[in-house]
């Protein structure tokens, strides 16, 4: 029998994470587009590192959105085919943009650009990117944020400029438990001052903001992770679809919160090989409080 006072147990695994190297020149992706005739499509070097990855369920104070830079949360939406776009417009984003105007008590949410990932994904959408994200990332920088809040929130900028605002992920799988790749999230407390470098990305885009082949050309900008060993990595076992993750990608606020939380695919390797294959859809929301 464990004496009172022992600790419990914390479930934690050894993995890998890909980094990115640092580099003096300016890091830049093309996606699903061809870069210039002599250019290489990234100039990205991938930095893997063995770490420790620890279960969000083991924590005895769970992690927090302005805190960690993620928090995990029941969200159960009620959706037929969720790789149907109309459905997605109709249903799905509705019910996210309430979900995260209530649990954030904000003012407004929009949400925007879906990702859908896995074999089906593929599968509806063929050429488009629906693999699991393989490097740390972050998907907007400081100088990116406010061109988000002016685009998304268009006529109705003026209206909330001057107001706190962020761009949060809403991450969750369509089919569970989730193994296959789970999501890694780095505690955004445990970040360095030069550990988030910009990288240029040139790719394709629907009109509802899928990565798509025959899609129009944009430029836009993320942060990639470069290696810290104090970094503190976490991801939820056996996720299910009524869980959902929320990802702080940008804060206005400069001071007080967390603003940036890097995450990607990893390897769990205890995952057996006929586990099922990654499924997961994931939507960005412009919040303005």
Known sequence: MASIAEAPRVRQISSTVNYIARKPEPLYNYYLV????????SNEDREPRDVIVASV????????????????????PSVDDIYDTAQQEAVFNPQVADFVRRHLNAR????????LRGEEAQRRMPGSLTAPAPTAHVDYTHETGHYWFD??????????????????????????PLRDHPLAMCDAQSLGPDDLMVSKVVSRADEHGRPVADG???????????????HRWYYVP????????????????LDGVARFSP????????????????ASIEVRCLVVW
């Open 34 to 41: 061809d870069p210039p005739a002599g250019v290489a499509a």
């Open 57 to 76: 369920r083991d924590r005895t104070v769970p992690p927090a959105l302005d805190v960690h830079g993620f928090e995990l949360v029941a969200f159960n």
């Open 108 to 115: 407004e949410v929009r949400v925007f650009f879906p990702f």
């Open 151 to 176: 685009h998304i929130l268009g006529a109705d900028a003026d209206r909330y400029r001057g107001s706190r605002f962020a761009i949060i992920n809403l991450w969750r799988p369509i089919t569970g």
């Open 216 to 230: 129009k050309i944009y430029e836009a900008a993320v942060y990639a992770l470069a290696y810290n060993p104090g």
């Open 238 to 253: 056996d996720m299910m679809p009524d869980e959902a993750l929320l990802l702080k990608n940008y804060d206005s606020q």
């Open 263 to 278: 995450h990607c695919a990893f390897k769990d390797p205890s995952t057996p090989a006929d586990v099922l294959p990654r």
